[in-house]
């Protein structure tokens, strides 16, 4: 499987998906960070997390993936919903509660 | 080091903007956009027009950009 395929296998196949620098443990960026806080503010204790500092290939697959040359970045049901910027906008307004509704009691 | 200026500059000679702001300190940076090119596009679709205008800079010399992207009629609405 080359490198597309299995990004595609890991967001198809997990309902939520982070890709950050680090662990939800201990992320290695200020943005990840963010990003796995804004996550569990919206409820979400259950996510599928990928460290992109283990896997260099993943490191540079996943910007062209979704054409986002940045990390963090959020996948909910396999659609890219965007990096730490859009997550907090999104959170704001509450439109990211309302996406992982239903999503996470699924897994 | 990258300069503030220089990307509100790389960013401005790839997308007409109305309204254009970068702070930062050569490692992360801030950018308001405000641009009649986002009517009708998603967040992700701006921030992507935002990177392409910017290109390969964004992968070599840019770490970080927090962005902020809104048409004339969001960004009136909001100040």
Redesign the interface.
């Given at each position: 499987m080359d490198v597309q395929e299995r990004i595609r296998a890991t967001v198809t196949g997990n309902p939520v998906v982070l890709y950050m620098k680090g662990t939800p443990q201990f992320p290695q960026c200020g943005?990840s960070a963010t990003a796995v806080q804004i996550l569990k503010a919206c409820g979400v204790s259950k996510f599928a997390s990928v460290n992109v500092l283990e896997d260099m290939e993943v490191r540079d697959g996943i910007?062209q993936y979704a054409?986002?040359?940045?990390i963090p970045q959020l996948y909910i049901n396999g659609e890219?919903?965007?990096?730490?910027?859009?997550m907090r906008?999104?959170y704001q307004s509450g439109e990211l509660q309302k996406s992982l509704e239903g999503v996470t009691s699924a897994s | 080091m990258v300069r503030p200026e220089d990307i509100q500059a790389y960013i401005a000679q790839g997308l007409a903007c109305e309204q254009l702001q970068v702070a930062g300190d050569g490692h992360h940076f801030e950018a308001l956009i405000v641009s009649g090119a986002f009517a009708g596009k998603s967040?992700?679709q701006r921030?992507?027009m935002v990177?392409a205008a910017l290109g390969d800079r964004?992968?070599e010399e840019i770490h970080?950009?927090?962005?902020?992207t809104l048409t004339p009629e969001e960004f009136a609405a909001q100040s």
């Open positions: 943005f910007k054409n986002w040359p940045t890219f919903v965007g990096g730490c910027d859009i906008e999104m | 967040r992700v921030h992507q990177y964004m992968r970080a950009l927090s962005m902020k």
